[in-house]
């Protein structure tokens, strides 16, 4: 009898148990970085005695000490992860950032800033001599005569306050500016005057110097060449194809150019491109040693060259700094696509990533989906490419296919839908080997999203609002109804409801496939929404700049699900059988326990 009667109760206390057990678990779940994919927006670079660092957007500072074959972030203390331009100057490393200047020993690195005075300047450029150490910012130029312990303004004649380059030459500086050409000062940044006879683009974006010879990258004008202390310049473009450019580093006798479109090589006789092996073209940052070349690229990470621009391999490992721009799944397989960086392949569920194989040389991947075909991938610029081997390789889709920057695909059926910036919406029949354009009754050609719900077609765009096609493509209805914000970022939804992401008023709810929208946004506490993804009525949306919020009511109610994430800007959102994936801007993946 008694037995029977504390049975009921050690049935109840084992059920409080397995409750607080099961809870705690699932409260305790937070999100982790995870292996891959490699590359980023790498600003900035020095090096010094073989010991090579990169700044980031958005990650801080990287460390390599071979090469750049790996690297390490060593950001203890940096609380600004922007990071625009780097300089050794005796024992200390600099990183200007957009919020003024930090310090580390180059031994062991721990920044701290160096006054907080400087935190409402952006420092584009640093530079050394013996004596002292020159920042080029948004408020002109900054000297200090004791390793960065104290700072003077030295501004006097100089009419620019954003100065992009400083580069020091004997016993003269040189300034950059982004609206008035170029600056010389005799005396340490004491007096400044205007250089500019010869010069026909007054934005200068580098300086370098050989000996006695200066030169400045322009934008939109090429390079430009000085042999008399700046008195005059004479462009020196010859072989140059792009005159947008953004570095320029001198190795012997050699001169880099670091362009939107490649690495340029001059050696005396003209210009030449130097691009083989080099899988992003968008260069932001050129540097030079005794064992070679790096360059900086924009979302590609690091590339290096040991036989002076002749080839170029990339140098990633450890680089985390990618923006996740789309994922999807094919069998076991998670791919995602980066700005920059091209496709990643994970077989392992997210846990660590390779890059996929040869083919995609667009490496700006904004979009990605696949059927029994294959697995497409949309790209900034390159059109579309597919791959029918996994991953291994690629190949170019674009028969039809007018407009080449597909931010959105999508599979309906038998058929894959495009959308593009400005072309408005093309579709395939034939597993992407011919496209035809479907803009009947579309007023918004700029697309940024789709979703399929039941039989409908949803098409968001940028200014637009949203349009439903329940024929296939062959005509298109605005459904903006209630919906107050027209730029559409992200669609999502199922086959009972819609649901629409914007910059600024949140997320909107449609129940009547598109004919009237409400918000929903109890609990968001960022209304920027960049990304959204739902299974069931369970819902998660990425923000900018409030990282992640979960749903479980279909968008009803929302909570804050961002412990561990170090990441505020998602962009791209994963649900998996297990776990749920970030997409961040400039911090990689991100993985959390999900169901």
């Known amino acids: 009898m008694i037995k029977k009667l504390w049975l009921p109760f050690l049935l109840a206390i084992s059920f409080v148990i397995a409750a607080i057990i099961f809870f705690k678990g699932e409260n305790s779940s937070t999100w982790k970085q995870v292996n891959g994919p490699y590359g980023g927006y790498i600003h900035c670079m020095a090096v010094e005695d073989q010991k090579v660092f ?58 701290r800033p160096i006054d907080p005075k400087w935190e409402d300047i952006m420092v584009f450029s640093l530079a050394a001599d013996k004596e002292y150490l020159y920042a080029g910012t948004s408020k002109g130029i900054f000297y200090s005569a004791d390793n960065g312990l104290n700072w003077n303004e030295a501004s006097q004649g100089l009419t620019s306050g954003d100065v992009k380059a400083v580069v020091v030459n004997g016993t003269d500086i040189f300034a950059g500016t982004e609206d008035r ?18 010069m026909t683009s007054l934005q200068v974006n580098s300086l370098a110097v050989s000996e006695s010879v200066i030169y400045a990258g ?115 397989d998670i791919f995602a696509g980066t700005s920059g960086a091209g496709v990643f392949i994970s ?24 059927n029994d075909s294959g697995i497409y991938a949309g790209t900034n610029g390159g059109g579309i490419y597919k791959s029918t081997d996994h991953g291994n390789t690629w190949q170019a889709v674009n028969a039809g296919l007018t407009n080449p920057f597909v931010y959105c695909l999508a599979v309906n059926g038998t058929d894959i839908y495009a959308g593009t910036f400005g072309g408005g919406i093309f579709c395939s029949n034939d597993n992407g080997n011919s496209w035809i354009s479907i803009n009947q009754d579309l007023k918004n050609y700029y697309i940024s999203s789709f979703v399929v719900s039941g039989s409908d077609i949803y098409a968001g765009t940028f200014g637009g609002g949203v349009y439903r096609s329940s024929n296939h493509g062959k005509n298109w209805e605005e459904v903006n109804s209630g919906l107050t914000n027209g730029q559409i970022f992200s669609l999502t939804g199922t086959d009972s409801f ?68 170090e990441s505020i800007d998602v962009y791209s959102i994963l649900i998996g059988d297990k776990r749920i994936f970030a997409g961040t801007s400039g911090r990689g993946i991100w993985v959390r326990a999900g169901k």
């Open 498 to 565: 819609i649901l629409a992401a914007t910059p600024g008023d949140g997320v909107f709810m449609s129940a009547d496939r598109g004919a009237s929208w409400k918000p929903v946004n109890s609990g968001l506490a960022s209304g920027n929404i960049n990304s959204l993804a739902v299974r069931k009525s369970t819902v998660f949306a990425g923000t900018y700049g409030g990282g992640m919020f979960q749903s479980l009511d279909k968008g009803k109610n929302w909570n804050e699900f961002n412990s561990g994430l």
């Open 54 to 111: 990169a700044g980031t957007q958005g990650n801080g500072v990287f460390f390599s000490s071979d090469h750049g074959k790996n690297w390490k972030p060593v950001n203890s203390g940096l609380t600004n992860s922007s990071i625009y331009s780097l300089a050794v100057s005796k024992t200390n490393i600099f990183a200007g950032t957009n919020g003024g200047i930090f310090v580390s020993p180059v031994e062991k690195i721990s920044w």
């Open 218 to 332: 322009t934008a939109g004008k090429g390079v430009f060449v000085s042999t008399d202390k700046g008195e005059s310049w004479q462009a020196l473009n010859q072989g140059l194809d792009s005159k947008n450019v953004n570095s320029i580093t001198v190795r012997k006798n050699s001169v880099f150019a670091g362009t939107e479109e490649g690495i340029f090589l001059f050696e005396g006789t003209g210009w030449k491109a130097a691009n083989k092996g080099l899988e992003n073209p968008y260069v932001y940052s050129l540097i030079a040693d005794d064992s070679g070349i790096y360059a900086g690229t924009d979302g590609g990470g690091v590339f290096f060259s040991a036989d002076n621009g002749t080839s170029w391999n990339k140098t990633n490992q450890g680089l985390i700094n990618t923006h996740i721009s789309s994922f999807t799944v094919c069998d076991s």
């Open 347 to 370: 077989g392992d569920g997210g846990m660590n990533w390779k890059e996929a194989g040869p083919g995609l040389t667009n490496p700006f991947v904004f979009t990605l989906t696949v």
């Open 181 to 198: 050409g170029i600056f010389r000062s005799p005396d340490h940044g004491v007096n400044w005057y205007e250089v500019n006879t010869g």
